[in-house]
Each structure stands twice: as structure tokens, then as C-alpha cells.
């Protein structure tokens, strides 16, 4: 991204050299990695640049932190999930196992389900894993969530919208 006006990058450069190490130590006490801190640093930072709000923030070390608090939390989530799909495919056969191409678009793909459901209920969220994952029909989801079958086909609806339709969906 380049800034129309200088005046914005030399803030976002100032922003930048004045909490570096400061974001860098807090990162680093929560990933006991320096690297891995300092790639979520960078990505941080590539965040601010997405966004124009920043600039208009009467903390800006609060906001900074706010935007490393959810760098961070993505990235414990996609931790999560990867390590999921990792045990999973442990339980297939060699010859079954995807190519590396296969298995970084898959893991991609899980990743941006699991951002699309996020803010959903948790029944919503349960209701859509049951069916996708385990395969089981509305009534199995309706037993095991202890719900009406009516309510798992809205439960449904509302998160197979939230994954095709995400724009639409909010």
C-alpha cells in the first residue's frame, strides 16, 4: 500500500519505532519465540496498514494493542486448527494422504471456515460440524444437541449462509 500522504507514513513509521521492542517483549512473553514474534509483530503492522482508523486513535498504544491481541489470537487459532488436521490425517493411510499443494489448500480452506462461523452461537457451530464432519443426519444433531429438528435446519441455514455468503451474512 502507498500512502497518499506523507504525513501518514511518517505517523505509521513513528507508531512503529516508538513500540517496537515495547509490542516485540509483550509478543515474545506470550510465544516464548522471538521469531515467531516477531513475524506476528510484522503482521501487526501490516494490519495497520490495511486500515485507516489507526491514525484517528486517541491511544494509539491501545489500539496497537488491541490489533496484536487479535494477531495473536488468530494465529493461536490456525495453531489449533492445523494441529487438528495434522492428527486427522495421522489416521489415514499413507496412500491416501494428500499432496503438499492439496494439504496446504485444504488447511486454508479450514482456516477461513473457522473465520466465517467465528461470532456464530455455539449450538450454530456445533450444529454445522455435526453435519459436515460426522455426517450425521438433522435428527442425530437434534439428539445430540438436545433441539427440535426445525431448529437445527435454521441453525443450518444460518451457518452454511455464513460460509457460501459471508458479505450477505455480517
Sequence with gaps: MIFKEPQARDAL??????????????LCKRLGC????????????VRLLKRDEWSQAQEP???????????????WRRERI???YLDALQQLPEA??????????????LVEIDRRLDGLPALTRQAFLH???????????????GMSVSSVKRHLIRATSRCYFPDLTG
Design 96 to 109: 491416501e494422504a494428500p499432496s503438499p499443494e492439496t494439504h496446504h489448500q485444504l488447511l486454508e480452506l
Design 131 to 145: 453435519a459436515q464432519l460426522d455426517g450425521m443426519t438433522y435428527s442425530e444433531i437434534a439428539l445430540a444437541l
Design 13 to 26: 513509521g513513528l507508531l512503529y519505532s516508538q513500540n517496537r521492542q515495547w509490542l516485540l517483549g509483550w
Design 61 to 75: 498504544r491501545a489500539y496497537l494493542m488491541t490489533v496484536a491481541k487479535r494477531v495473536l489470537i488468530d494465529h
Design 82 to 84: 492445523e494441529q487438528a
Design 34 to 45: 522471538s521469531q515467531r514474534a516477531s513475524d506476528l509483530l510484522q503482521d501487526t503492522f
